[in-house]
């Protein structure tokens, strides 16, 4: 039994139940303190700017890019130097471009949400600005998250995300009353240093070190630079269509931004209990056997198996009782619990799909592919945004203009999946010579 509960997936299992219940509980708290118009549509269009440079440039690389590379190496001295270069490049590299996107914050709001009257956006660039900051902690925390999962050691990793959402509501909730939007920020800092601290204090206390070293050892960062583009390119479909609803969403009715952001977030709950903890879980042995279509295939059937089983009972029960479990958890009512009823019916719809994709896109990077990941995820959501686009802001009437960014989600994972599972199932489990 204990080695149940401290295998990988477990922890990060029972991390992201709790880091999820925490979400909602901060969701919950940002609509008590800002309501459900204008304000609570700064909060999450201000949370949009520094996240999606983070989960561009970070959070979708730095574990794909890390853990294959790490594995390849013989000797603690390599680790070292490895590790170390990595850090000091986020460090540095991260740490730049966080202070351009301060200096820049003002233009960048508009292409993240120009539907603003100029009043209220004007009001969400601090937020923004002091968002960044927390982005860079978890920038630098990741790193040690990567290299405590290359050696599969998740207490850490498991303990900092419950830390980091459970650090923004103490902050909500203490300084409610405080500094207005700026309590965002405020918590959202604590609460990433919590993420760091967690990170950081796991990797010391197994012995890890950190030394100067710059694209050390050399055979590990041979091809590296190539290899960061293709997966910047892959998240950026990704980002793009996120912030791409954000943006349509600040044309709409006064919270539309807040409304499909709680619909979204409650439509994407399991994404990050089940979809990415099965996906971290098992990337680690993927990438050990690399081109080993057999073992990969077993490890992904099995994998697939626990995601069906996991998602298909919420996802009934979400379509059923979508308006009641809204009501329950954030107390919304009129026009914004209509819009928040109708994203999270249409995005928790394609739940199962959803999370089959990190595991997914993930069996094809453990092999160096990363041009066909790239591939599906552009094509599938570049149709999901301009489906949204079009029917939100074109087609349907505005009293039902949402529908038309729900759909969206809708669209983004259906098609995604679909396209990842005909590309692994030729190349996993259908065999020409058998069908001939």
């Known amino acids: 039994m204990k080695k149940l509960l401290l295998s990988g997936g477990s922890l990060l299992g029972i991390s992201a139940i709790l880091s999820k219940a925490l979400a909602l509980l901060r969701d919950r708290l940002l609509v008590d303190i800002f309501g459900s118009g204008a304000e609570i549509d700064l909060v999450f269009a201000g949370f949009r700017i520094p996240d999606f440079f983070f989960f561009l440039l970070i959070g979708g690389t730095v574990s794909t890019l890390f853990l294959p590379r790490m594995a390849s190496l013989d000797s603690e001295k390599k680790e070292t130097q490895f590790f170390s270069s990595f850090l000091w490049g986020v460090v540095i590299l991260f740490g730049l471009f966080c202070g351009l996107g301060i200096l820049f914050t003002e233009p960048l709001s508009l292409l993240f949400a ?18 960044f900051g927390s982005v860079f902690l978890l920038s630098v925390s990741s790193v040690f998250s990567a290299f405590q999962q290359s ?21 909500l909730f203490v300084f409610r009353n405080e500094f207005g939007l700026m309590t965002v920020g405020i918590a959202a800092l604590g609460g990433a240093l919590l993420h760091l601290l967690a990170n950081g204090i796991g ?26 583009v293709y997966r910047v390119l892959n998240n950026s479909a990704f980002q ?23 619909g979204s977030n ?52 979400g379509l059923f009782f979508a308006r009641p479990i809204l009501q329950l ?43 066909t990941p ?25 009293e039902r203009a949402i529908l038309g960014l729900a759909l969206g989600n809708l669209i983004a994972s259906s098609v995604s999946a679909l396209l990842f599972g005909w590309v692994l199932f030729r190349r996993y489990f259908y065999s020409p010579e058998r069908h001939s």
């Open 266 to 317: 409650l439509g994407f709950v399991l994404l990050s209990i089940v979809g990415f903890s099965v996906a971290n879980s098992a990337f680690p042995r993927l990438a050990k056997a690399k081109h080993n279509t057999e073992v990969q295939g077993a490890i992904l059937k099995t994998s697939l198996l626990w995601i069906l089983f996991f998602t298909i009972p919420p996802t009934i029960i």
């Open 203 to 228: 990797f010391f206390l197994h012995g890890g070190k950190i030394i100067w070293a710059w694209k050390k050892p050399s055979e590990a960062w041979q091809r590296f630079k190539k290899d960061f």
């Open 240 to 262: 793009i269509n996120q912030s791409a609803d954000v943006l349509i969403a600040s044309f709409l009715t006064a919270g539309a931004v807040g409304a499909f952001s709680i």
């Open 151 to 171: 050696h599969h050691r998740f207490f850490s990793i498991s303990i900092a995300p419950v830390l980091y959402t459970g650090g923004i509501c103490t902050g």
């Open 374 to 398: 790239m591939k599906i995820s552009a094509f599938s959501l570049f149709l999901a945004t301009s489906s949204a686009a079009l029917l939100a802001l074109v087609i349907l009437p505005p």
């Open 329 to 371: 958890l954030f107390s919304l009512e009129g026009e914004t619990l209509r819009m928040a009823t109708t994203v999270f019916f249409w995005t928790i719809l394609a739940l199962p799909a959803t999370c089959m994709i990190p595991i997914l896109s993930r069996t094809l990077i453990a092999n160096d592919d990363v041009l």
């Open 114 to 131: 120009g539907g603003f009257e100029e009043s209220l956006r004007q009001e969400m660039i601090p937020l923004s600005r002091l968002l």
